[in-house]
């Protein structure tokens, strides 16, 4: 089963034509909405400001918290060492730049999730590529799409966030993977079963800590391995466009084999095109819809040019400066990401592997949080209110069975999952790309960002 996922992740699901269009529709969109990128420090300035408004179910702040949430986790530890595993560490780059453009697509697509959403019967907000395809007249791929989002939720934001908790104690601590796995079906219950604002809740909390321990963390050990900064970056960009045999310690790899797997990464850690993390913008307090997109975009680079970024410098550095570390294997003839991250880590005197198990405890554990919500969200939209309370416990049931499994098939049907999301989603925005040109040049360019919009629910 495993080696059938893998042939269809990499042929089918991630091959060249995926690759290029994901990051065609991230390049297009950066064209289209004038490179909002350039306003990223307007979002996150925003993103620290009361939107005034009542309209909404949580603040642009506990919105962003949520979506981060979910964005940042394994994907920005574990998913940049299987990412430089598999396609060298040109991967990182392709990581950074597909993050770089990124940012517009997931601004477009918190837009038309925000513009396009729905206030319930209970007075709660939904949105998402569902409701903007209802706006389309096309409630099929609205369908198709939250299906994706519910079944893909159980790769992405549950079974590999569990299993990669599961393995780090194990590891580190010598405790079975099912003890560790019913520990957090316990945690996660406490929270999920409480609703959105329960998870909002611990994420504000939670997210901002984990977040600047860890880069701070990161920059520690990138100070002690700063005489192979200068050879790190130069083996980084020459590795992302140039093809390169086995040498020093990494693998050979071709050019599209490092964007696929940077790319691939990526696109797991920052979500940008899934319209996932939308879905939390979607139930932010706004007058219009362009404010929370600018602030939801934020959380790309937060997610990839930042957190990434540290890892891969980390990861390649310390493979440079102990050559030995790829050595490292896990069956006799591979490498799994997980132990290359663990080799690198480990071999920080004091702090190295505490905090790598801090940041993979409190990265996934978030994940798993953010990610129950959009499943959540999407069952809900096509199931009713009747299924959620059966989707939850499904939820924690899958908690305990992705901490028992393969690593391997894990990320590989994460990967195959999130592609399926991606295709509905993508076609959503370039669809209401007019409309996000729009919104665009008159709140953002032309500076009515404090006006409200009497359309928007």
């Known amino acids: 089963m495993n080696d059938v996922l893998i042939w269809i992740d990499n042929n089918i699901m991630w091959g060249p034509v995926m690759i290029l269009f994901l990051l065609g529709t991230h390049v297009f969109l950066t064209v ?19 939107d005034g408004s009542n309209k909404g179910d949580l603040s642009i702040f506990g919105s962003l918290m949520t979506a981060l949430s979910s964005t940042i986790g394994t994907g920005n530890i574990i998913g940049v060492g299987t990412a430089v595993v ?6 990182v780059l392709w990581t950074w730049i597909g993050g770089i453009f990124g940012i517009a697509t997931k601004y477009a697509e918190s837009l038309i999730a925000v513009k396009y959403r729905k206030k319930r019967e209970d007075g709660t907000y939904m949105g998402g590529a569902m409701t903007a395809f209802e706006h389309l007249n096309m409630p099929t791929m609205g369908k198709i ?20 908790i599961s393995d780090v104690i194990s590891v580190n601590y010598n405790i079975p993977n099912i003890v560790v796995g019913i520990v957090i079906c316990v945690l996660t219950a406490l929270v999920v079963f409480g609703g959105l604002k329960a998870i909002s809740k611990v994420c504000e909390m939670l997210v901002p800590f984990m977040s600047i321990v860890y880069v701070v963390g990161c920059l520690l050990i990138l100070i002690i391995n700063i005489r192979y900064l200068p050879q790190t970056i130069g083996v980084i960009i020459a590795s992302a466009f140039t ?13 599209i084999m490092a964007a696929r797997a940077g790319i691939a990464r990526g696109l797991f850690s920052n ?4 319209g996932s993390a939308p879905q939390a913008s979607a139930a932010s307090v706004a007058k219009n819809a362009v404010k929370p997109a600018l602030v939801g975009s934020t959380g790309v680079f937060w997610d990839t040019v930042v957190v990434c970024l540290m890892t891969g410098l980390v990861l390649v550095s310390s493979i440079i400066a102990n050559g030995d570390i790829s050595c490292i294997l896990t069956d006799g003839s591979t490498i799994s990401g997980s132990g290359l991250v663990a080799a690198c880590f480990n071999q920080i005197p004091f702090f190295g592997r505490p905090l ?8 996934a554990y978030s994940t798993i949080l953010g990610w129950s919500y959009y499943g959540e969200n999407c069952i809900r939209y096509l199931l009713g209110d009747k299924a959620i309370k059966a989707y939850q416990v499904l939820w924690i049931l899958v908690i305990l069975i992705g901490s028992l499994v393969s690593e391997g098939a894990v990320w590989t049907l994460a990967d195959i999952l999130n592609a399926a999301m991606c295709i509905p989603n993508v076609i959503a925005v370039l669809l209401l ?5 729009r919104d665009t040049k008159y709140y953002l360019d032309e500076g009515h960002l404090e006006e409200e919009d009497p359309d928007l629910e």
């Open 243 to 255: 093809p390169r045999a086995a040498v020093g310690g990494f693998i050979g790899t071709s050019v």
């Open 433 to 437: 790309r007019n409309v996000i040109a």
């Open 145 to 164: 799409f939250a299906w994706c989002c519910a079944l893909g939720a159980f790769g992405i934001g549950c079974s590999s966030q569990s299993k990669a």
């Open 86 to 91: 598999t396609g060298g560490p040109g991967a």
């Open 32 to 50: 289209q909405t004038g490179f909002v990128q350039k306003k990223v420090f307007q979002g996150v300035k925003e993103s620290l400001r009361s």
């Open 356 to 363: 790598l198990t801090f940041g993979i405890l409190t990265f």
């Open 271 to 274: 979500e940008a095109g899934m």
